[in-house]
């Protein structure tokens, strides 16, 4: 696996903040063609002087390779974890820099993946690069180094992995990327932002999570035979069964219309409920940008639970399918991991369908 490396501390050392770059727009610069490359951004301040002026000891670590977002892998999880954990101590908080278009997936899996977490972890990234003339970059990444180093300085404490982006900081497993293009690229249909950033920095008490008992640590691996499928009219049992048969397939996250409705065709309720019987553990995520999976609200739904099926509430798409990757990786009973994606473990779900 390509590595990480990490270079000196600079600026006071009492408040610092470690910072690790994965890759994305945010640090992309233009080479001697003007083609857009991967900026040394362990030199931050070379590229954003402005960023002294917070007062802020930095650690920045970067990514040998930096990736484009779209290429992250769960193995790319499991590094940002453990460089987070290795290099947390004498840091007050943690900025992952990460591109967009998977930012959402990796918060989701950060959030599920460690535990005592006792201070902030902020994803940012941008739609333009960090070195463009009306770059998002700029402010997402000093806004998120003031969240993150709040609380040394008498502000409230975040302890929670969150993404923050254009004025919002969402709860990072209730983020979804909403626009290709906007700087409001972000949002969390189902919960408001832990806080917002105007001239000063809001905080919504009543949503901010308690710290967990530490030492920050990774708790587990990433389970890899997990897929997506999403419902939509034309959807054959060959199609279906194909998906279903794959070879070593143990988590399956469905997303179905509306409140958790999907066909109740004989062939396709059947199909579910033989993989579930065969230890296929099947999650019903709903297609819409809000709301959640209530079992039983219509008979197309009561059909579809009838299969086996768990309800995932009022979780994302990409919390349910990172949750359900870090469950199946131990070696709990399927009844267990049944259980524990209706619970709330981080903060990812507020209703449990009945």
């Known amino acids: 696996m390509p590595g990480v490396t990490v270079a000196a ?15 994305g727009t945010i640090g992309m610069g233009p080479d001697a063609r003007g083609a857009l490359v991967p900026l040394d951004l362990r030199e931050l301040a070379a590229h954003l002087p402005s960023i002294d002026r917070l007062g802020v000891g930095l650690t920045v670590a970067s990514f040998d390779q930096p990736l484009d977002s779209s290429a992250i892998t769960p193995d ?16 007050v908080g943690v900025v992952v820099l990460h591109g967009t278009d998977t930012m959402a997936y990796t918060a989701s899996a950060l959030s ?23 770059s998002d970059g700029r402010e997402n990444l000093i806004t998120a180094l003031e969240f993150a180093a709040a609380h040394a300085r008498g502000g409230p404490l975040i302890p929670e992995v969150a993404v923050f982006f254009d004025d919002v900081l969402l709860r990072g497993n ?25 001239v000063t920095l809001e ?8 710290p967990r008992p530490g030492p920050l640590r990774r708790v587990s691996g990433v389970c890899r035979d997990v897929i997506g499928i999403r419902l939509h009219p034309g959807l054959d049992r060959a199609g ?11 988590g399956v996250v469905l997303e179905a219309y509306g409140a958790g409705n999907g066909p109740t065709d004989d062939w396709f309720v059947e199909t579910l409920r033989r993989h579930v ?9 709903t297609q ?12 197309t739904g009561a059909a579809l639970m009838a299969t086996g099926a768990v309800p995932g509430a009022d979780m994302t798409f990409e919390a349910a399918l990172t949750k359900l990757m870090v469950l199946l990786d131990g070696d709990d009973p399927a009844d267990a991991t049944r259980r524990l994606i209706q619970q709330d473990l981080a903060g990812e779900l507020t209703a449990v369908a009945d």
Do not use: M
């Open 277 to 285: 019987a065969a230890g296929t553990t099947i999650v019903v995520a």
């Open 112 to 134: 599920f993946l460690l535990d005592g977490i006792d201070l902030p972890i902020v994803l940012t990234g941008s739609q333009r690069p960090i070195t463009a003339l009306r």
């Open 174 to 198: 209730r983020t979804v990327k909403l626009h290709a293009d906007s700087y409001r690229g972000f949002g969390s249909p189902n919960l408001g932002p832990l806080a917002t950033a105007g």
């Open 240 to 250: 279906l069964e194909a998906t279903l048969s794959r070879p070593g397939l143990r």
């Open 203 to 210: 905080y919504d008490h009543s949503l901010i999570r308690p």
């Open 76 to 91: 790319d999880w499991l590094r940002i974890a453990d460089t987070i954990v290795d290099n947390v101590d004498g840091h």
């Open 9 to 23: 501390a600079t600026g006071p050392s009492d408040d610092a903040v470690f910072v690790l770059y994965t890759g």
């Open 288 to 299: 819409c940008l809000a709301g959640s999976v209530t079992a039983g609200q219509y008979a």
